[in-house]
């Protein structure tokens, strides 16, 4: 028994996960997902469903997952919004049936966003919710079954963290990128984003690359980058523009020229073709690992993933124009043919279409 196949086999029957940190839902799916093996053969035998979908119903996700896997030991399903397909009683009874039939091939995924009540005679989850009015127990019927299906399901609650709780899972999180920051950092950073773990890793992410991960991020760094009209988005532009998102990547272009020179951030964006170019030449060569990457190209692993994912979507060919076009930029505008935040703008036009 290969370790990918015992990994899938160990996936319990169902989980359900629900809650108000997005982020984590998410992280846990994937994680979820990474345990059904080689994604070659993992992607045939994933299905993803959304309750939300028009028409979504009970019967697409009994067919999918009644399905048999394909040359593997269990199928995934992933439901999205499971309360969405139990709206009428005789839904939630056929779903119900349903759950307590799976067949043992097939690991369903039950994803649920949530919102937290604090107050009231109903306080706790919205949509998962339990609690007690004139003395009579509610619960979700979904919630219910979970509890009482024993080992075969697995509950996990995905709550944001308090405040106060932010700052520590902030050192946490830039530990897990591989990062340094400073108590006080985390906690300038924590008073910008709330309990927003999404916005969170984002910013992390951002501040990370700026010191280059050889340093520790400082509360200078988290003002610099990431207080309201700072520079952080130069991070986010230029992602968006090399994964092909033109819209966003002219909305943070336009706010940062409010506050930095179009030289920089043109510099930024060839700088990010640059690597790019050489991590596609890397790959492209036998080094396929994000660590391999990393090295190839002097970088730390993080944006060194990045470059590998995004040289994906282009062809030699197109970022030897995109390339070429750059310095007919630089050209331009060092000529005085062309002014250069022009320049940037058009570039962007040109990478959307």
């Not at 106060?164 to 950092?185: C, F, L």
């Not at 980058?225 to 994964?243: E, K």
Request: overall charge negative; hydrophobic content about 40%; glycine content about 8%.
């Amino acid at each position: 028994m290969t370790d990918s196949t015992a990994a899938s086999e160990s996936l319990p029957q169902v989980t359900l996960l629900y809650g108000d940190d997005y982020q984590t839902l998410r992280d846990r799916v994937e994680a979820l997902v990474g345990r059904m093996g080689d994604p070659s053969m993992a992607d045939m035998n994933i299905n993803r469903l959304d309750g939300a979908a028009p028409g979504a119903n009970e019967d697409d996700v009994r067919t999918a997952a009644y399905t048999l896997p394909f040359l593997t030991a269990r199928r995934m399903v992933i439901l999205v919004n499971p309360v969405l397909v139990m709206k009428s009683d005789a839904a939630k009874q056929k779903f119900i049936q349903m759950l307590s039939n799976l067949p043992e091939t097939t690991a369903l995924v039950l994803v649920q966003d949530d919102t937290w009540q604090s107050s009231g005679n109903q306080r706790g989850w919205k949509l998962m919710y339990e609690y007690t009015e004139k003395d009579k127990k509610k619960i979700n019927p979904l919630l219910e079954w979970a509890r009482l299906a024993g080992s075969k399901v697995k509950i996990e609650i995905c709550k944001v963290p308090a405040l106060s709780a932010m700052p520590g899972w902030i050192a946490a999180e830039v530990k897990r990128q591989g990062g340094r920051i400073s108590p006080q950092a985390a906690t300038t950073l924590a008073a910008i984003i709330g309990s927003d773990t999404g916005q969170g890793r984002q910013e992390i992410d951002k501040l990370l690359t700026y010191v280059d991960f050889k340093r520790p991020i400082e509360p200078e760094d988290v003002n610099e980058l990431t207080a309201p009209g700072g520079q952080a988005d130069v991070f986010v532009m230029v992602d968006a523009l090399a994964m092909g998102d033109s819209r966003q990547a002219l909305r943070h272009l336009s706010r940062l020229l409010e506050e930095q020179e179009a030289i920089s951030l043109f510099g930024m964006v060839v700088r990010q073709y640059r690597l790019i170019l050489m991590a596609k030449e890397a790959y492209e060569s036998g080094v396929t690992s994000v660590d391999g990457i990393s090295q190839v190209l002097g970088i730390h692993t993080l944006p060194a993933g990045k470059a590998m994912n995004q040289s994906k979507r282009y062809s030699f060919d197109s970022l030897n124009r995109i390339y070429h076009r750059l310095l007919e930029i630089d050209r331009q505008n060092k000529t005085g043919l062309l002014d250069l935040e022009v320049g940037l703008q058009t570039f962007i036009v040109e990478m959307g279409r």
